[in-house]
């Protein structure tokens, strides 16, 4: 999973991005160049099943952040281009006030500033519709159709919404209609978050009620934390970590809340296996079935799929490892059985038939 944090400058985005690293990214000094960073995903379930299982070794998912440079107006289009690469689209929004931080536009407001970057969004998909439609339009003229016409006829409503300040990703689309214009890569497609950079005396509760528009109408997620105390409290020792968060009264850092965030726009959850050699996590999608599930292992696993052995996070804790099978808690499962959101699988294949399909 790619995300990408972007925003103004002086918004405090490298703040946030240093934070949502656990403190341990590495900040580049200049601002052209991108700051990357591979982050584990925190699960509590993994962490009580390694108890459980004592693996050699744990396996948690991923996350990938991407902190994008300030925007520049004068580099705007190129700006666009390189945010259309990630999966969930972080606007970082300041709403923190300081004399020391001089901001782009001389003051703070942050619903002016969502608002500006919106705009912006809406006219750079306009932009990469109107180059489509003309390009549709000679093949058409030169007699291409079928399905060149559904697709113009689905740009051509995204356009209108677009034009009415509807981002593309609040549009009822069909599958078909979604798989003709995924090639553009559409920002305002994309999954997204207005990410409230807030200063040590605010509280998000006070800015939600004028933001919820961003929920209902914009089908956006908005995200609220306190860069600065959330960046200096991930960079401590762990022991002294919780000491702080109980005395501020923040009862988990930012990092964990946010990535439950991106998992829930994207429609992904969490399987595990389990063993004495690893135990490990491994983002789906909802609603996949156990075969496809199995490739997300391994190829071969899916190609000579046979059954599941399936058992639920909640049982294996409840009731221990011994008891399972006991209790009739391990299923056997087919290709189409639709794993959900803390089973635990292992899988039973057929090897000849994994290597006879390649």
């Known amino acids: 999973m790619k995300v990408g944090l972007f925003g ?22 200049g601002h052209n160049a991108p700051n990357l960073y591979v982050a584990k995903v925190p699960d509590p379930r993994l962490d009580e099943l390694t108890k459980m299982y004592n693996p050699k070794k744990t ?4 996350i990938e952040y991407t902190d994008f440079p300030g925007l520049q107006e004068k580099s705007a289009n190129s700006y666009w281009g390189n945010l259309r690469s990630v999966d969930v689209l972080v606007h970082v929004v300041r709403a923190f006030e300081s004399d020391m931080v001089h901001h782009v536009n001389e003051s703070v407001d942050h619903k002016r500033d969502i608002e500006k970057i919106d705009s912006d969004l809406i006219i750079a998909d306009l932009a990469i519709i109107e180059t489509n439609l003309d390009r549709l339009e000679r093949n058409l003229k030169a007699g291409k159709k079928n399905e060149l016409l559904f697709t113009k006829d689905v740009l051509i ?3 209108e919404n677009l034009e009415n300040e509807i981002p593309i990703r609040a549009l009822d689309l069909t599958t078909e209609e979604l ?19 807030l200063g040590d005396d605010q509280n998000f509760s006070d800015f939600y009620p004028d933001l919820k528009y961003l929920e209902t109408e914009r089908k956006s997620l908005i995200f609220g934390l306190q860069g600065k105390i959330e960046m200096e409290i991930a960079q ?7 000491i702080f968060l109980e005395d501020l009264g923040i009862e988990e850092l930012a990092l964990g809340r946010f ?7 994207l429609g992904l959850i969490s399987f595990f296996t389990v063993g004495e050699d690893e135990v490990r996590a491994w983002p789906i999608r909802k609603d996949t079935p156990a075969s496809r599930a199995a490739g997300a292992i391994h190829s071969d696993l899916e190609r ?3 059954r599941a052995e399936v058992f639920h996070y909640e049982d294996v804790v409840s009731l221990g490892t011994s008891k399972l099978k006991e209790e009739g808690k391990i299923r056997l499962e087919g290709k189409d059985y639709v794993v959900i959101d803390g089973d635990i699988l292992n899988i039973r294949f057929n090897v000849s038939s994994a290597k006879k399909k390649k």
């Open 259 to 265: 990535v439950r965030s991106c998992f829930q726009l």
């Open 157 to 159: 409503k995204c356009r």
């Open 179 to 197: 798989d003709a214009i995924q090639v553009y890569q559409f920002l305002t497609q994309k999954p997204f978050v207005t990410a409230l950079n």
């Open 236 to 242: 401590l020792e762990p022991e002294e970590r919780e």
């Open 8 to 29: 103004l400058p002086s918004s405090g985005k490298t703040t946030v991005f240093s934070a949502l690293s656990d403190g341990k990214a590495n900040i580049n000094e």
């Open 304 to 306: 000579g799929f046979i």
């Open 59 to 62: 396996v948690y998912a991923t």
